[in-house]
Every structure is written in structure tokens, then in C-alpha cells.
């Protein structure tokens, strides 16, 4: 019997007794008022003690939270240690299934702390990672052909890789390849810009 549990019961009995004893004084004395006065002093430690239970719990609950949010954040910083170091993320088959083996947990906890801390679904976690590597790979050869680009970034199709792009960077992978380009030849970079015609063909 936990403790809650045991305050519940004393509540109630003293309840009980405060009744009958209420009871006993109107009949031995026909007072009322002194029966109030019984009753009033007898739950004046109820309610304290009922206030207290509430307090009680309400620790044991932000204790727990707090304890679970400690949890989560570690497991958070596991899965992205783990992404990063191993980089997961450029294999095109890579499943939900697959690191929570990584990380030592399951598929429900590992799904529920990437949502809860980066907002997004295990794939939409993963593209980001991608496409974040694209972009290098981007800068560091401009005449890589985008589906190259999107296949060494570990995306699994042209389509997902296009949509990944306008999802985290707000522009396809050409507008930020343009991006780059105009960036370096404002920086004075010795690089010659690529005519339109042979932009596209790199797509």
C-alpha cells in the first residue's frame, strides 16, 4: 500500500469520524452550532492534508518530467552523435530500425525524441543531413551533375532530393548551385561562370 493510498484512507475515516461525532454532539447536546464547531475543526487538518497530497504529487510529477526530459535529450544527442559519426545518412536504405539497434533503443523512442526536439519525421531528419552534404559537394565540385550530386548524398531518388532541397533551403538544388557561383564570382574568385546552356546540362 504506497503512501497516497494510505492518506486516502486516513482522510476518509477521519471523515467518517468527524460525522458521527458531529452526530453525537447534536444529540447529547441539541446544539448545532457546536456541532459546526466539531465538524469545522475536526476538517480544518483534512484539508491540509488533502492540499499536501496534491503538493506531493505534483513534485513526484514534475520530478518524473524532468527525469524523462533528461532522458529524451540524452537519446537526442545519442542519435544525432551517432548520424554524424557514422554518417547514416548516405545510405539510401537506411531505416528508423536500423539506428535504434545503433542506439541501443527502440523504434518508438528514437521516432518520438526526433520529433519532439528537431520537429521533423525520421526522413525529413535524415534529408536534412543530406542535403546539408549536397551542398558541400556542391561547392566543392560545380560541375558535378545534380544526380550525382543526389545519389552520392545518400537520397534515394531525384524527386525526393528536389523535394528535400525546397523543404529545408527553400530553392532547388540548381538555384543554390547559382547561389554559389554568384557568391564566388562576387568574392573575386579566378572561376568561370558556366553559360546557362551548360548549367542545365549539369542538371
Not at 447536546?29 to 505534483?58: A, D, F, G, W
Not at 525529413?124 to 543530406?130: D, E
Amino acid at each position: 500500500m504506497n503512501t497516497k493510498t494510505k492518506l486516502l484512507i486516513y482522510i476518509f475515516v477521519t471523515s467518517a469520524l468527524c460525522i458521527l461525532s458531529a452526530i453525537a454532539v447534536i444529540v447529547m447536546t441539541h446544539s448545532v452550532l457546536l456541532s459546526l464547531l466539531v465538524v469545522i475543526t475536526s476538517i480544518l487538518p483534512l484539508v491540509y492534508t488533502h492540499n499536501r497530497i496534491k503538493l506531493v504529487e505534483q513534485q513526484k510529477e514534475s520530478t518524473l518530467e524532468k527525469v524523462k526530459e533528461s532522458r529524451d535529450s540524452d537519446l537526442y544527442d545519442r542519435v544525432c552523435q551517432i548520424i554524424e559519426k557514422h554518417k547514416c545518412y548516405l545510405k539510401s536504405d537506411y531505416r528508423i530500425e536500423d539506428l535504434s539497434v545503433m542506439a541501443n533503443s527502440n523504434k518508438s523512442a528514437i521516432s518520438s525524441v526526433i520529433n519532439r526536439f528537431s520537429g521533423m519525421n525520421f526522413n525529413q531528419f535524415l534529408n536534412r543531413y543530406r542535403v546539408e552534404f549536397a551542398i558541400e559537394l556542391i561547392k566543392n565540385d560545380l560541375s558535378l551533375k545534380m544526380w550525382n550530386v543526389s545519389d552520392l548524398a545518400g537520397f534515394a531518388n531525384t524527386n525526393t532530393f528536389n523535394s528535400a532541397f525546397k523543404k529545408h533551403k527553400g530553392k532547388t538544388p540548381t538555384e543554390i548551385r547559382e547561389e554559389i557561383v554568384n557568391q564566388r564570382i562576387d568574392d573575386g574568385d579566378t572561376i568561370m561562370r558556366p553559360s546557362l546552356d551548360k548549367m542545365a546540362s549539369m542538371s
